[in-house]
Structure formats: structure tokens, C-alpha cells
């Protein structure tokens, strides 16, 4: 019937949009695979390809009642199920570490390549198309681009133990001023001398959060904190090989550490 025509698809239409959700979700899928994350290469295809099957049912499946009387069809009805439900497997790539997550951009693919394949089986694949285009240049391009440009400011925790006296917190702050270290925390708390301790210097515990343009720029100034006598030790979440930098200009009564 020409009413009914539009519920109708022809058997190799709907492989071909099978398979274009396949490929486009495994296109999203490499670039995740290749980047050693957990929802790969095979995820990204399942997902696209189940979302593009519940499309293809929602629109196509029930066509036989469209002449009913009572059947009012809704073709995003199933459709509608595939945003909401898609949570869970994004939930499971994202994983957190202390203050670090990660998986959040993984998950978001995820979610993309399902509304991707909602829209290669409705059949709008101009959009299925230009949404995987413009997934891989920012999975791939802008990736880069963020590693570059972005990630040069890196906040670090430093942690140091001084003595108490007048002048030395200031001494401190002025010296990561000096290479452009911005203070964005900072915490003191009294430390109790131990019995052990020859000296009757009070000693403070001092807690920082720094924002630095470069590692080395932080590494510089930590070289030259490390020399000042008030400063027992610093511990910081600098990479190791970088601290090993710092360690070597310490003196014998000073330490540095992870």
C-alpha cells in the first residue's frame, strides 16, 4: 500500500545499513583500541551494530500492524531505550584512581557510537557519517593538540617538611613565584618534635598545590628550595626520573621522595 510504503525495507537495504554501522563504529573503536582503552575495537562495532538493529526494528519490525485500526506505531519508541540504557556500559569504563579518572572520554564514545547507529538505521546517514568524522578528528587530532598545548600546565602536590620560623613560608612562596608558579593550595600544620630530635626547632608541615607551565620549571625551583637550610625534606607527585634531578642536588641532611 502507498500509506504503508514507508514502513517497508527492501533486504539488501538493510544489510548495507548493517554494515555501514559496523564500520563506523569500528572506525570510533580503532582509535580506542590503538590508544590501549578498555571498550575497543569490538565494543565500539557491538554497540553501533545493536543500536542500528533496534532502529531497524523500531521503524521496520511491526510494519504488518500499521493498517490496524487500533496500532498507533511510534518508531522511536525502542530507540529512545538505547540512550538511556547505554549508561551502564559507559559506567564501566570509567574508573577512578584517588582524585584521577579516567575512561570519561571512552565512555562518551561509546555513547556517541550508539546514537550513531540509531541514525544509520533510521537511515540519516549524512549525519551517521559527518558525527564519525568528526569523532575521529577529535579523538585524534584534538588529542594531540591537547597534549601539546594544554597539558604543559600540570598541577603538582608538594608536600615539605621546614622548620618554623619567621620568613621561611614566604621565602618559599617568592621562590616558585620567581618561575612563574602559581599557588593554588596551600595548608600548614605544627609537626610534634619527636624525643629523637637534637634540635629544639619547631618544624612545620607544608601542603601545596601548584599550577606550573613545565615540569622542568617546577624541578627548577624545587633545586633551589631544596638548598635552603630551613628545608628538611619535600615529598611531590613529580615523576620519578625528574625527582632523581632534584635528589642529586640535596645535601646530606635533606630528602626528597615521591
Not at 612563574?180 to 626547632?201: A, F, G, N, Y
Request: glycine share 6%.
Amino acid at each position: 500500500m502507498p500509506t504503508s510504503s514507508i514502513w517497508v525495507i527492501t533486504p539488501w537495504e538493510l544489510i548495507l545499513r548493517m554494515l555501514l554501522a559496523a564500520v563506523l563504529g569500528g572506525l570510533i573503536g580503532f582509535e580506542r583500541e590503538w590508544s590501549n582503552h578498555a571498550a575497543g575495537f569490538r565494543t565500539h562495532i557491538q554497540v553501533c551494530l545493536g543500536s542500528a538493529s533496534i532502529m531497524l526494528l523500531s521503524i521496520y519490525g511491526f510494519s504488518q500492524f500499521v493498517d490496524e485500526v487500533n496500532v498507533r506505531i511510534d518508531p522511536a519508541r525502542l530507540a529512545a531505550q538505547v540512550i538511556s540504557g547505554i549508561g551502564f556500559l559507559g559506567a564501566g569504563a570509567i574508573l577512578r584512581n584517588g582524585n584521577m579518572i579516567k575512561g570519561l572520554t571512552t565512555a562518551a564514545s561509546i555513547w556517541v557510537v550508539a546514537a550513531i547507529g540509531l541514525c544509520v538505521g533510521a537511515g540519516f546517514f549524512l549525519g551517521a557519517v559527518m558525527c564519525t568524522l568528526i569523532v575521529l578528528i577529535n579523538l585524534f587530532v584534538f588529542n594531540k593538540w591537547e597534549r601539546i598545548w594544554v597539558k604543559k600546565r600540570r598541577y603538582h602536590d608538594i608536600e615539605m617538611v621546614i622548620q618554623d620560623q619567621p620568613g621561611v613560608v614566604s621565602a618559599i612562596l617568592s621562590k616558585f613565584q620567581e618561575y612563574d608558579i602559581r599557588i593554588t593550595d596551600i595548608k600548614m600544620q605544627h609537626v610534634d618534635i619527636s624525643e629523637s630530635d637534637e634540635t629544639d626547632l619547631d618544624r612545620m608541615n607544608l601542603k601545596l598545590n601548584v599550577l606550573a607551565p613545565h615540569v622542568e620549571t617546577c624541578l627548577r625551583a624545587l633545586e633551589e628550595i631544596m638548598v635552603m637550610s630551613e628545608v628538611d625534606s619535600i615529598e611531590t607527585s613529580l615523576k620519578r626520573e625528574a625527582l632523581s634531578k632534584v635528589n642529586h642536588k640535596g645535601t646530606n641532611n635533606q630528602s626528597v621522595s615521591m
